[in-house]
């Protein structure tokens, strides 16, 4: 079975500095699809940022990006830049390749913004 | 126009009651998923869904059952509620495209369910 942690139950970043979210997981599956979702306090779930397995780059967003580890499994969400809306839960999430979208979520950290 | 949206946002009942949550997309995806997030914000899929194959999580009680009049529809049954089925309840639909990596999962907003 596939599982997902995120080590951090909450973090903290001076506004426009530079935090990095931390995420393993396991498999043994090959082809996958890594994701990290924000969920502000809306409560709605917005996708991140994507990573698929296969690509050695790793992917960026803006101000985001991620260090993807495929050997050790990890998969790390680097936020530079930081703004007071970048303040929400984020959530690790895993899915094969094959298949449904069934998305494996770790348990999330708690991303606090300091002016 | 929103993509996946679910009725109602929130919902209060009765331990015992039998209640349903609707969901609906107007993306055109073959497949449509329910997932459960815990008091603690502990995300987990419960079923997913497309017109052939209905796929169950093991640890979903049998007191809930997904139901899809059609393709853009897939509605969330719970029967005799209980206090630990408390929490948000998100829709989801996908579409997965052979031969490419253009896939994405859309999710609606939640419904807050509280059991009284």
């Known amino acids: 079975a596939q599982t997902v942690t995120q080590s951090q139950p909450e973090m903290s970043v001076q506004e426009a500095e530079t935090v990095t979210l931390s995420c393993t997981y396991d498999?043994?599956?090959?082809?996958?699809?890594l994701f990290w979702y924000k969920q502000p306090p809306s409560r709605q779930m917005i996708l991140v940022i994507r990573?698929?397995?296969?690509?050695?780059q790793n992917a960026t967003e803006n101000r985001f990006s991620v260090n993807f580890q495929k050997a050790a499994k990890s998969f790390s969400l680097k936020i530079s830049d930081s703004q007071l809306g970048d303040a929400a839960m984020y959530f690790c999430a895993y899915t094969p390749r094959a298949g449904s979208y069934q998305l494996t979520f770790g348990k999330g950290t708690k991303l606090s913004v300091i002016p | 126009d929103t993509a996946v949206s679910q009725t109602p946002k929130y919902l209060v009942t009765q331990m015992g009651n039998d209640k349903s949550i609707k969901c609906e997309q107007n993306l055109g995806h073959d497949t449509m998923y329910w997932y459960k997030q815990d008091s603690k914000k502990f995300l987990k899929i419960m079923f997913s869904?497309?017109?052939?194959?209905?796929?169950i999580n093991e640890t979903v009680p049998n007191r809930f059952s997904p139901k899809s009049p059609d393709k853009a529809h897939l509605n969330l049954h719970i029967n005799s509620l209980e206090l630990g089925d408390s929490a948000v309840y998100f829709c989801a639909s996908s579409q997965r495209v052979a031969g490419t990596s253009n896939e994405k999962l859309f999710f609606g907003s939640g419904t807050q369910l509280s059991v009284l």
């Open positions: 869904y497309n017109n052939k194959e209905l796929i």
């Open positions: 990573q698929e397995a296969y690509k050695q």
């Open positions: 498999t043994s599956e090959s082809d996958y699809y």
